[in-house]
C-alpha cells in the first residue's frame, strides 16, 4: 500500500474508511435513495423532494457527501432518515431537512451518542428541527346513533376522548372532511337523520387549528347536496378539493368543489374520471393529490391525479383490491397511503409522483367506514370504522413515516363509523 493515509480514520472492523478525496461519486440520483458509506451522490430534486435513506449500521469514520445537483433544493427540499441512528445528537424522531440552493451536505458517523455529524452543510443550521406538533381530529358518523362527537389526536398519535357535539351544529354520518389554509379543517356533507340517505345536506363546518366545530354553514345551492366525497388539500396556497360522491337525486357524480384557504367552498364544477362515490383522497408531492378506489358496482380501484391547481385528472387504471370507503392519508411529507375499507386492511402506498403501489397488508382489524389523517407532520393514523363481524370500533392503526401500517391499539371515547378526519394545526 502506498500514499498517506494519515487523515484515514480506521473503523472498527478494520477497514479503513475513505477520507473526502477518496469518496466514490455515484451518478445523479432523482428518487429517494438508500446511500451507502463512502460514497458522494448528486441530488436532483428538480421535479419532487427526495428522502436519503442512511445505513442502518454506520461505524465510526463513516462518511457521505450529497450534493445539490441541479440548484432546486429550496424549490423540493432533501429529507434525511437517520435509519435508528442519532443526528447530530438528536434521535431518529427529529426531521432532518435541507432546503438551500446549491448546498453540500459532507456528514460523518461519530458514535451511538452524537451520531452522523454535517462536517459542512453551507448555510442551513446544522442541529434538525423538533417534530411538528401537528394534530388531527376525527368524529361524527354513526356510534349508537347519529353523532357529532369529535376526537382529537395530539401530535404523538394519541386519540383523545370525546369532544361533545357544540350548539349549532349538526350530527350527521357519511361526511368527508380535508385541510385548509394550513392548520385548520372543513367538514362538508352527509345525511342527517331522520330521513336517511334522502337526507343529505350541503352542510359545512369550519375547524379551528384548536379543533373547535364551529355552527352548520347553509352553503348556496351552487353547491350540490352530496354525501360519501372525497376531500384533499392541495396546492400551495392552503386550498382544499371536494370531489366525487353521491347525490341523492343522480345517483354516483364526479363533481368537484374547491375550498379556498378561508374555508369558502365555490361552487360546483363537473369533473374528470369515472362518477363513484365512497372513494378517499389524499395529498402527494407536495402540492398535488389522488382520489383512488370506491364504488360503482362492482367496487373499482381506479384513481385520479388532481393537480397543484385543482384539476381531477383522468382516470388511472388501478392496483390492488378494489374496495369502498378505505380510509387515506398523506405521510413522509410528499406520498399518501390507502388503507382498510370493504372490510379488508389492504395497504396502498402512493409515490411522491401520484404511482399507487401494489397491496400489502396491515396488522389491524380488517374493516370499512373509518377514516385517515396526517398527524406530526410526517406520519398517518387510521380510525374507526366497522368490523365484520364485530360492529363499531374504537381502535386505531399508527402509520410510520416510512409507510408500515401498525397493529390495533385501543382508542378512546366512542367507537363509530361513517366519520370524517383530518389534520389541522398543521403549522405549529
Known amino acids: 500500500m502506498s500514499g498517506l493515509v494519515a487523515d484515514n480514520i480506521f473503523k472498527a472492523s478494520g477497514v479503513i474508511a475513505a477520507a473526502a478525496g477518496g469518496l466514490s461519486w455515484q451518478p445523479v440520483v432523482t428518487s429517494n435513495f438508500s446511500a451507502a458509506a463512502g460514497k458522494g451522490y448528486w441530488v436532483n430534486t428538480t421535479s419532487n423532494t427526495i428522502t436519503i435513506t442512511l445505513p442502518s449500521s454506520p461505524e465510526k469514520g463513516d462518511q457521505i457527501i ?14 434525511i432518515d437517520s435509519n435508528g441512528s442519532n443526528y447530530q445528537g438528536q434521535p431518529d424522531s427529529y426531521t432532518v ?56 389526536v395530539n401530535s404523538a398519535g394519541v386519540v383523545q376522548n370525546d369532544t361533545a357535539i357544540a350548539s349549532g351544529v349538526t350530527a350527521r354520518r357519511q361526511l368527508t372532511a380535508g385541510n385548509y389554509d394550513g392548520d385548520k379543517g372543513i367538514i362538508f356533507g352527509g345525511v342527517v337523520s331522520p330521513g336517511g340517505n334522502a337526507n343529505a345536506s350541503r352542510i359545512s363546518n369550519l375547524v379551528s387549528a384548536a379543533g373547535v366545530v364551529a355552527s352548520d354553514t347553509a352553503n348556496a345551492s351552487g353547491v350540490t347536496v352530496k354525501y360519501q366525497t372525497a376531500m384533499s388539500n392541495f396546492g400551495s396556497s392552503g386550498q382544499c378539493i371536494s370531489c366525487m360522491g353521491t347525490n341523492v337525486s343522480e345517483g354516483f357524480i364526479n363533481l368537484r368543489n374547491i375550498i379556498a384557504n378561508t374555508g369558502a367552498i365555490a361552487n360546483d364544477v363537473s369533473g374528470a374520471g369515472t362518477a363513484r362515490t365512497s372513494a378517499a383522497a ?35 387504471s388501478g ?39 401494489s397491496d400489502t397488508t396491515a396488522g389491524g382489524t380488517a374493516r370499512n367506514l373509518g377514516a385517515g389523517a396526517t398527524y406530526g407532520g410526517d406520519k398517518a393514523l387510521f380510525w374507526g370504522g366497522n368490523a365484520d363481524p364485530g360492529g363499531k370500533l374504537n381502535v386505531y392503526s399508527l402509520v410510520t413515516n416510512q409507510g408500515v401500517v401498525g397493529n390495533n391499539q385501543t382508542g378512546v371515547g366512542t367507537a363509530k363509523a361513517n366519520i370524517m378526519g383530518t389534520n389541522i394545526n398543521f403549522s405549529a
Do not use: C, H
Open 282 to 316: 389524499a395529498p402527494y408531492g407536495g402540492d398535488k393529490a389522488i382520489v383512488a378506489y370506491g364504488y360503482p358496482d362492482p367496487s373499482t380501484n381506479i384513481s385520479n391525479k388532481i393537480s397543484n391547481t385543482g384539476v381531477v385528472a383522468a382516470d388511472t
Open 66 to 79: 450529497l450534493v445539490d445537483y441541479a440548484r432546486t433544493w429550496a424549490t423540493y427540499k432533501i429529507i
Open 319 to 357: 392496483v390492488g383490491t378494489a374496495r369502498t370507503i378505505p380510509g387515506a392519508a398523506g405521510y413522509g411529507f410528499d406520498k399518501a397511503v390507502f388503507a382498510f375499507g370493504e372490510y379488508t386492511n389492504k395497504v396502498n402506498l402512493v409515490s411522491n409522483t401520484g404511482v399507487v403501489a
Open 97 to 152: 431537512e435541507y432546503s438551500t440552493n446549491g448546498e453540500v451536505v459532507n456528514i460523518v458517523y461519530s458514535d451511538g451518542t452524537k451520531g452522523w455529524i454535517p462536517q459542512d452543510d453551507d448555510e442551513v443550521a446544522d442541529v434538525p428541527a423538533a417534530p411538528r406538533t401537528q394534530r388531527a381530529i376525527f368524529g361524527f358518523g354513526m356510534g349508537p346513533s347519529f353523532t357529532g362527537a369529535t376526537n382529537l
